[in-house]
T-cell receptor, first 115, second 112 residues
Framework: GDSVTQMEGPVTLSEEAFLTINCTYT??????LFWYVQYPGEGLQLLLK?????DKGSNKGFEATYRKETTSFHLEKGSVQVSDSAVYFC?????FGTGGFKTIFGAGTRLFVKA | NAGVTQTPKFQVLKTGQSMTLQCAQD?????MYWYRQDPGMGLRLIYY???????DKGEVPNGYNVSRLNKREFSLRLESAAPSQTSVYFC???????????FGSGTRLTVV
């Protein structure tokens, strides 16, 4: 079945450091891929998405490229800020059955950014 | 502001009590979902409604019931709360399947 695996956290970085959070997936079809962010005490917010191979999603300085050959969707940011401290979830959405869609979330990676 | 509204934000129940978590969206989305989030277990789907008038079980439906009251509202009911249902509950909605969810801000439920 479909699955999403993301690197375990927590990840601790200093401000202005480069961020990579790895995400790999398995899917039977051609899924859409997503990154969500959850700030303390809040719900998940969609950060970026990509709907087909080689698409790059980007938002707020974050980016991720849909790599079908490596089944990956790694999240990157060139220079993190303290305000980026949050939990990041990788997810895929894929068809199942006759016309339905299901979404699979990774376990989440907590990021701490120190000033 | 457009989005998903959940009530209440916090609740403490005694074992065996019942309650209903309310969720409403104003984005005209067809699909609505209830998830629970537990430490170390990520998000798990409880129930979903692909369209008004339909509901289906997700990964962890036992101990819960849902009602899709209309296109806007999707409620989650705990008939007899158990300590294992202590969790943070999120409602979400989605329009086009290739786009992502919009989540509510969550309900933190403690069952003692």
């Amino acid at each position: 079945g479909d699955s999403v695996t993301q690197m375990e956290g927590p990840v601790t970085l200093s401000e202005e450091a480069f961020l990579t959070i790895n995400c790999t997936y398995t899917a039977t079809g051609y899924p859409s891929l997503f990154w969500y962010v959850q700030y303390p005490g809040e719900g998940l917010q969609l950060l970026l998405k990509a709907t087909k191979a080689d698409d790059k999603g980007s938002n707020k300085g974050f980016e991720a490229t849909y790599r079908k050959e490596t089944t990956s969707f790694h999240l990157e940011k060139g220079s993190v800020q303290v305000s980026d401290s949050a939990v990041y979830f990788c997810a895929l959405s894929d068809r199942f059955g006759t016309g339905g869609f299901k979404t699979i979330f990774g376990a989440g990676t907590r990021l701490f950014v120190k000033a | 502001n457009a989005g998903v509204t959940q009530t209440p934000k916090f609740q403490v129940l005694k074992t065996g009590q019942s309650m209903t978590l309310q969720c409403a969206q104003d984005m005209n989305h067809n699909s609505m979902y209830w998830y629970r989030q537990d430490p170390g277990m990520g998000l798990r789907l409880i129930y979903y409604s692909a369209s008004e008038g339909t509901t289906d079980k997700g990964e962890v439906p036992n101990g819960y019931n849902v009602s899709r009251l209309n296109k806007r509202e999707f409620s989650l009911r705990l008939e007899s709360a158990a300590p294992s249902q202590t969790s943070v509950y999120f409602c979400a909605s989605k329009g086009d399947p290739v786009y992502g969810y919009t989540f509510g801000s969550g309900t933190r439920l403690t069952v003692v």
